[in-house]
């Protein structure tokens, strides 16, 4: 068994690498290091996004938490950040969600919060790891009365929406939005959220059937909102994906406004109103160059992490920063959450508009994007470690950096949550940063796959 943790919790394809047997082990391996010296009986909530395995694997994981003596709230269809959230308010000891996030249906993952709120840093993860591998001991299970037990919370949804809704000061009222829901988590809170808060909102894509989660909608597949959005003529849409804690926007034109342009609007809109500690923000290597040119155009500090939003946070928390995210749309905002949320990133944006007056289109004009393309190469899963060490692959990545000089840049990285290298190339000149990516992209196909490349 390779390392099970990857940079947004365990995943794999349900019933294959993420089985019920695995799942329940996880319970208990999470339930013995996150409640180590507990006085109490310990609690968990454990919510789940809408794909079919999911409900099987929350099974098993609170099977595996009741067997070692934990008590289970089950938060039923939430979002990822709901379960963070809810963990502090229910006062519960961790937090599990069991969600694959922009993935396909037949994937599956198990992502653990701890008590405060936040994923779990790699000393508890790689603690888990150890009982899961068999480097340390897995806890016994217990009889009687100390058997753990599950209540179902029928309020999980409303707590969330009311702490969403005391983020923002000004209401939607007026504003005439699409919302996409990928037919995941948030198509158990959108509708009431936006309404709520006084948007004329038409829900897209909220009829999840346990196989059409992420399918052809949702943050990763904007091309039906952006239509729908330019043919009813409306102020803005916006699309989370499977689990909700992304969120990408298009503008009144449909034009997409990614995680970089938000991030962008709301930076300069924070460092206005003096709430951008240290007028700094935190992004990542995949950032944008024209969001690092924004930032030090408008005398702010940017500092990038390795990919993934958990690099963020930690960042954010080291230095005590306000503010941070990714380009695919992971937005944290740390007043108000301990990860990234996307129905917190779209009421913010929406009701600055709003308080403010203008487009989207408006707002987005902040920051020039420089021309970015990406190349994905499909790899089996041990060449994303023979990547680090294979001469010819690092032979053209050195020389592709050297044609980009100082005008460009390439990132070349194995995914954390997919079986897939990525190449990524940033440039003013749009036809040779293709041909680059594309060549490098060749070298990565031609040494370490099978590969189905895939260009976005």
């Given at each position: 068994?390779g390392?099970?943790?990857?940079?947004?919790?365990?995943?794999?394809i349900a019933?294959v690498d993420?089985?019920c047997?695995?799942?329940?082990r996880i319970g208990r391996?999470?339930?013995?290091?996150?409640?180590?010296?507990?006085?109490?009986r310990?609690?968990?909530v454990?919510?789940?996004?809408?794909?079919?395995?999911s409900?099987?694997?929350?099974?098993?994981?609170?099977?595996g938490?009741?067997?070692?003596?934990?008590?289970?709230?089950?938060?039923?269809v939430?979002?990822?950040?709901?379960?963070?959230f809810?963990?502090?308010?229910?006062?519960?000891?961790?937090?599990i969600?069991i969600s694959?996030s922009h993935?396909t249906s037949e994937?599956n993952?198990?992502?653990?919060?701890?008590?405060?709120?936040?994923?779990?840093p790699?000393?508890?993860?790689?603690?888990?790891?150890?009982?899961?591998?068999?480097?340390?001991?897995m806890?016994?299970?217990?009889?009687?009365?100390?058997?753990?037990?599950?209540s179902y919370?029928?309020?999980a949804?409303?707590?969330?929406?009311?702490?969403?809704?005391?983020?923002?000061?000004?209401?939607?009222d007026?504003?005439?939005?699409?919302?996409?829901?990928?037919n995941?988590?948030?198509?158990q809170?959108?509708?009431?959220?936006f309404?709520?808060?006084?948007?004329?909102?038409a829900?897209?894509f909220?009829?999840?059937?346990g196989?059409?989660?992420?399918?052809?909608?949702?943050?990763t597949?904007l091309?039906a909102l952006?239509?729908y959005v330019?043919t009813?003529?409306?102020?803005?849409?916006?699309?989370f994906?499977?689990?909700?804690?992304?969120?990408?926007c298009?503008?009144?034109?449909g034009?997409v406004?990614d995680?970089?342009?938000?991030?962008a609007i709301?930076?300069?809109?924070?460092?206005e109103?003096?709430k951008?500690?240290?007028?700094?923000v935190?992004g990542?290597?995949?950032?944008n160059f024209g969001f690092?040119?924004?930032?030090e155009?408008?005398?702010?500090?940017?500092?990038p992490?390795?990919?993934g939003?958990?690099?963020?946070?930690?960042?954010?928390?080291?230095?005590?920063?306000?503010?941070g995210?990714?380009q695919s749309?992971?937005?944290?905002?740390?007043?108000?959450?301990?990860?990234?949320?996307?129905?917190?990133?779209a009421i913010q944006?929406?009701?600055?508009?709003?308080?403010k007056g203008?487009?989207l289109?408006?707002?987005?004009?902040?920051m020039t994007?420089?021309p970015?393309?990406?190349?994905?190469?499909?790899?089996?899963?041990e060449?994303?470690?023979?990547f680090?060490t294979d001469?010819?692959?690092?032979?053209?990545i050195?020389e592709?950096?050297r044609?980009?000089?100082?005008?460009?840049?390439?990132?070349?990285?194995?995914?954390?949550t997919?079986?897939?290298?990525?190449?990524m190339?940033e440039?003013?000149?749009?036809?040779?940063?293709?041909?680059?990516?594309?060549?490098?992209?060749g070298?990565i196909?031609n040494r370490?796959g099978?590969t189905d490349?895939?260009?976005i």
């Open positions: 068994m390392r099970l943790f990857g940079t947004d919790g365990i995943r794999g019933g993420l089985t047997e695995l799942a329940m391996a999470a339930a013995a290091v996150l409640t180590e010296g507990c006085r109490r310990p609690i968990f454990v919510g789940t996004d809408t794909r079919i395995s409900d099987m694997l929350s099974a098993a994981v609170s099977a938490l009741c067997s070692v003596g934990a008590d289970v709230i089950s938060l039923g939430v979002p990822t950040p709901a379960v963070a809810l963990v502090g308010k229910y006062k519960a000891d961790a937090g969600m694959a993935n994937y993952g198990i992502k653990i919060f701890s008590g405060d709120g936040y994923k779990l790699d000393a508890l993860e790689e603690r888990v790891e150890d009982i899961l591998q068999g480097r340390a001991e806890p016994a299970a217990v009889t009687g009365a100390l058997v753990g037990k599950i919370c029928s309020s949804s409303k707590d969330y929406i009311d702490h969403l809704k005391s983020s923002v000061a000004f209401s939607l007026g504003l005439r939005i699409a919302v996409d829901c990928a995941g988590s948030a198509s809170t959108a509708e009431r959220l309404s709520e808060l006084g948007a004329e909102a829900i897209l909220a009829v999840p059937d196989q059409n989660i992420n399918e052809n909608c949702g943050s597949h091309e952006a239509e330019r009813h003529k409306l102020d803005a849409g916006v699309a994906d499977g689990d909700a804690d992304r969120c990408l298009v503008d009144e034109t034009a406004v995680g970089d342009a938000i991030m709301c930076t300069a809109d924070l460092a109103r003096g951008l500690s240290r007028r700094t935190v990542t290597i995949m950032s690092t040119k924004f930032c155009e408008n005398g702010l500090r940017f500092i992490t390795k990919v939003d958990r690099f963020v946070l930690e960042e954010m928390l080291l230095e005590d920063y306000s503010f995210g990714e749309g992971h937005v944290i905002f740390r007043d108000f959450a301990t990860t990234g949320d996307g129905q917190l990133t944006l929406l009701s600055m508009m709003r308080r203008a487009k289109s408006e707002l987005a004009r902040v994007k420089y970015q393309t990406m190349v994905n190469v499909k790899v089996r899963p060449s994303k470690v023979l680090y001469r010819a692959v690092k032979d053209a050195d592709a950096k044609t980009l000089g100082a005008d460009g840049r390439i990132v070349v990285r194995p995914s954390g997919e079986p897939l290298i990525r190449v190339a440039g003013q000149d749009v036809a040779e940063i293709e041909r680059i990516a594309a060549e490098v992209a070298v196909e370490l099978e490349k895939s260009t």
